[in-house]
């Protein structure tokens, strides 16, 4: 489809009345839509859609698209409401701009921040073409009915297209919020329907669609080496003969903006000091920094070492050493004092990487006032302010243009690399194209922090889970907070439902950066929380299934109206339906075993039961079953994809994914040490999505955290062997 | 000066230092873009294209190595209607994020090729060499043996339609 005119209109149109739209999840940033409502005709009906001459219809998805599906599943929002014929409509990524909001790709949020107002932008577009076509015949508006993107008058049998509307409809002026009629899930005829992923054809043929692929006229090629010590700045280096390579355009010293390079998405530009080498093509940057030679200096660098990390967080947690209380309910001491049982477990994570398949890369124009980005980045939405601030430009001069993400996992949350291309770009003069070797990419990380939780609890004589204690070793860059992701969230279950608790905190000293990784906390607590749950239930003689549901209770929501909060009844039904799914219960030969596990994140409540069977070290994971309620599914496909695909993604990284750092700097470099999961390793993945009716909350990340602590507690099933440190390649354990 | 078949047309590399590899040539000076970066060093497979009609990795070939020699991209699979492993791909709506899909495309395709109806461990031992982030793999061995159904298919009707000459 090739839509004839498709062209958004700028957003200082005088023309423009701005309809406020409210806004259910999002934290900050206010969403607004923009409409016409002028003298002059034209083929876009809002900000968000255009209907175009050849009958095409244009729905730009406002979010970033890094794989989890949103350039296709919030235009599908909208295309509901607007009664498309979705066979007309063309997913386009709309641009950075003030008007979309908060365009960011995080927190599994895309679909409920922009629920409503998806709904409303479409049914607003649908209520002025069926208020332009009343006009056009005459009739009156509820003789009027819309479908698959034509209106009819059913009476005088007269029909039109929505092409053949648009240009009225966009005179008409934007309806108040109290005529807009939004259907009831019973009405959706596209909403949860498999639909295929809108850029299906375009990545099938290979179309130059992700971040690494754009090309400007004029510009050069640069790679950035930076201090593997992360803090180390450089001194001199070998310039002039890196100048003198063939292909090579300039090499300099960039001395960075001063940090600290913590995981701050929002408001900072910093950047690590190292040396730009700018050529003609990517390969002689990339085969010039053979030849660099860095005098670097290391008085500020990290000295960490993920080892002595280790060992001091352990014994913090051996000796019980308590620096931070968390939270704390009920009477934890009386209830470990009565209790019938408990257990002591202490639970390791190490350090991992985001391991995307597209490394960072950029292309920035710069070398003027007027400056423009073309990005893969999850967070297109603080660019523009601090490349203002870093550059010294205004903010009305740079222009930010989202592209494809080869995988995000919340590693393009952070934008060094679109502030390190913008400097190299200026003083350069021309625009460049910056590209991060893998190796690049996993040495300057925000790594997933490494955790350690020591788990007690507490059964009582009549078997039910009365008491829970969590001590946290938190890798702390200042020794009083926790570095992001290393600790706990008070939120997480069984905090609620067990009466009594006691969470607290001590810090371990670490410099490395860390930041958001699929399921920041949850993908490291869930294993440890839902192993140990395990552990509680073997230990009380009962069926991890049985005691599982018993600890949950049947409260209904925890937090009553919090889409965030636990509900015990979508909590109940997903173990349930994922265990009957999985055959729980069934006899299972020898060396063989079924585990489950249950978790919500993100709004979605989780079970996943996996099969596996154990020889010696090698486990084989033949199946893994996955029950998910995330509300009202919109896109079941794209839903069904994130299930099968998070479970892969987690079996992935429990298996042998590990950054060990020395000296401040990362070991691992690439694929070869750092090993994802291949096809003969992984299992068949069966998805059963229910519908409780809720509002639809996001999938990208909530089927993560199950997967590991399944697995373990499915090789405990089969072996007998606990599984408390992950990777499980560490014990020596590896999945074929 | 190297000169390449690229897709069935010939293309000449000038002052290009011969060391570079296949994947930076073709992303880089001839226009491929379909050819993915991944890691480097033969480990992740996005790079995948056809050498001599067999899968490689684009990176691990150097450009000052491959005179005469014929390379098929993800843009050349398919001419005037998809191939059909790239057709499976979309009806079966494998990709995620897709970064990794033209390297498996063009794996899968190559498997195919040679191998019209293949095992799930013929599959599994062909698809290793291909990784994905988002775990797609479960939707790419459907959409190989959708593929492989429609090519079974094809080859049959070709192999009948191919007697009936004979015989006629």
């Known amino acids: 489809m090739n839509p004839s005119v498709n062209k958004i209109k700028s957003t200082d149109r005088r023309d423009f009345l701005k309809v406020s739209l409210g806004l259910a999840l999002s934290s900050s940033g206010s969403i607004s839509m923009m409409s016409l409502a002028s003298a002059e005709a034209s083929e876009v009906l809002n900000a968000y859609v255009g209907i175009n001459a050849d009958g095409s219809i244009t729905i730009y998805g406002p979010n970033p698209e890094v794989g989890q599906g949103v350039n296709t599943s919030l235009p599908m929002i909208v295309a509901e409401e607007l009664d498309a014929n979705w066979d007309d409509v063309v997913c386009k990524a709309a641009p950075v701009q003030q008007q979309y909001g908060m365009q960011f790709a995080g927190g599994s949020l895309s679909i409920p921040m922009r629920w409503d107002e998806m709904r409303k932008v479409g049914a607003t577009a649908r209520e002025m073409l069926l208020r332009a076509a009343a006009r056009e015949w005459n009739v009156p508006r509820e003789e009027l009915t819309a479908s698959e993107s034509v209106v009819r008058h059913s009476s005088s049998g007269k029909a039109a297209h929505y092409r053949d509307l648009v240009a009225l409809a966009s005179l008409i002026p934007v309806p108040d919020e109290a005529d807009i009629q939004m259907k009831k899930p019973e009405q959706y005829r596209l909403l949860g329907k498999r639909i295929p992923n809108a850029s299906a054809k375009d990545i099938a043929t290979g179309k130059p669609i992700f971040g690494i692929d754009a090309k400007v006229d004029g510009m050069v090629y640069a790679s950035f080496v930076k201090c593997p010590s992360i803090g180390g ?90 620096e931070a209380e968390i939270e704390r309910a009920g009477d934890v001491d009386a209830a470990f004092a009565h209790a019938e049982i408990t257990a002591d477990a202490t639970y390791s994570t190490d350090f991992v990487s985001h391991a995307q398949l597209e490394p960072q890369g950029v292309l920035v124009s710069a070398a003027t006032s007027n400056v423009e980005v073309w990005t893969s980045s999850q967070t297109p939405v603080f660019i523009t302010a601090n490349l203002a601030k870093l550059l010294d430009v205004a903010p009305g001069n740079i222009t930010v243009n989202q592209l494809r993400g080869g995988g995000g996992f919340g590693r ?47 059964v009582s004589k009549s078997g039910q889970l009365v008491g829970w204690k969590n001590l946290v070793a938190a890798a702390s860059a200042d020794g009083k907070t926790a570095n992001y992701g ?117 709004s ?96 990208g990340e909530p089927a993560l955290p199950p997967l590991a602590p399944a697995v373990c507690n499915a090789v405990f099933s089969a072996c007998g062997t606990r599984i408390r440190a992950l990777p499980i390649s560490k014990e020596g354990f590896s999945i074929v | 000066m190297t000169t390449l078949e690229i897709n069935g047309q010939n293309q000449s590399f000038e002052d290009i230092d011969p060391s570079m590899p296949l994947l930076w040539a073709l992303r880089d000076h001839a226009g491929m873009q379909g050819v993915k970066y991944g890691c480097g ?88 060499g291909n990784l994905c982030r988002c775990g797609t793999y479960v939707r790419i061995k459907s959409a190989i043996k959708a593929a492989s159904s429609v090519m079974t298919a094809s080859a049959l009707f070709y192999n009948a339609v191919q007697t009936e000459e004979v015989s006629a």
């Open chain 1, 412 to 458: 393009r949350l952070s934008n060094e690399y679109v502030f390190e291309a913008a400097l190299i770009s200026r003083r350069v003069g021309a625009p460049v194209k910056l590209q991060w070797k893998r190796e690049d990419d996993m040495a300057f990380d925000y790594y997933r922090a490494p955790t350690y939780y020591r788990l007690q609890g507490a």
């Open chain 2, 41 to 128: 060093v033969g480990q992740c497979g996005a790079c995948t294209v056809w050498l001599d009609g067999f899968a490689t990795r684009a990176c691990q070939l150097t450009i000052g190595a491959l005179d005469g020699r014929s390379i098929t991209t993800i843009e050349g699979l398919s001419c005037d209607t998809l191939h059909p492993v790239q057709q499976a791909w979309i009806d079966n709506d494998v990709a995620q994020c897709g970064y990794c899909q033209a390297g498996q495309i063009m794996s899968a395709a190559s498997l195919l090729e040679r191998n019209p109806n293949p095992t799930d461990d013929e599959i599994e031992a062909a698809m290793a």
């Open chain 1, 233 to 322: 700045t450089a001194k001199r280096a070998n310039l002039e003969l890196i100048k003198a390579l063939p292909g090579i355009v300039d090499a300099f010293i960039l001395d960075g903006v001063p940090g600290p390079y913590n995981f701050d998405i929002r408001e900072s530009h910093a950047i690590q000091s190292g040396v730009a080498i700018v050529g003609k093509d990517t390969w002689s940057t990339f085969k010039a920094r053979e030849t660099l030679e860095v005098d670097w200096d290391l008085s500020a660098a990290s000295r960490d070492d993920s080892d002595a990390i280790e060992a001091e967080a352990l014994a913090a947690l051996a000796s019980g050493k308590v």
């Open chain 1, 486 to 602: 290393a600790s706990y969230r008070p939120y997480d279950f069984p905090g609620k439902v067990v009466p009594n608790l006691a969470i607290e905190q001590s810090f371990v000293t670490s410099q490395t950066p860390t930041g958001a990784w699929r399921a920041p906390i949850s993908n490291v607590y869930a294993f440890a929380e839902q192993s140990f749950i395990a552990e509680l239930a073997d230990k009380a003689g009962q069926d991890h299934r049985d005691f599982l549901l018993n600890a949950i209770g049947d409260q209904g929501w925890i937090s009553e109206g919090d889409m965030a909060s636990l509900n015990t009844a979508r909590a109940r039904a997903t173990i349930e339906a994922v265990t009957k799914a999985a055959g729980w219960g069934r006899k299972l030969p020898e060396g063989r075993g079924l585990g489950l596990a249950f978790f919500l994140s993100h």
């Open chain 1, 604 to 699: 979605g409540h989780i079970a996943e039961v996996a099969e596996v069977s154990v020889e010696g070290k090698k486990i084989t994971v033949h199946d893994v079953w996955v029950a998910a309620d995330v509300g009202q599914a919109v896109n079941l496909s794209g839903l069904e994809n994130q299930l099968q695909g998070s479970v892969v993604d987690g079996l992935s990284t429990l298996a042998a994914q590990r950054i060990t750092i020395k000296n401040g700097a990362a070991v691992q470099s690439n694929y070869d040490n750092y090993p994802l999961l291949r096809m003969p390793q992984s299992p068949r993945v069966h998805v059963s999505v229910l519908n409780s009716g809720y509002r639809p909350t996001g999938a």
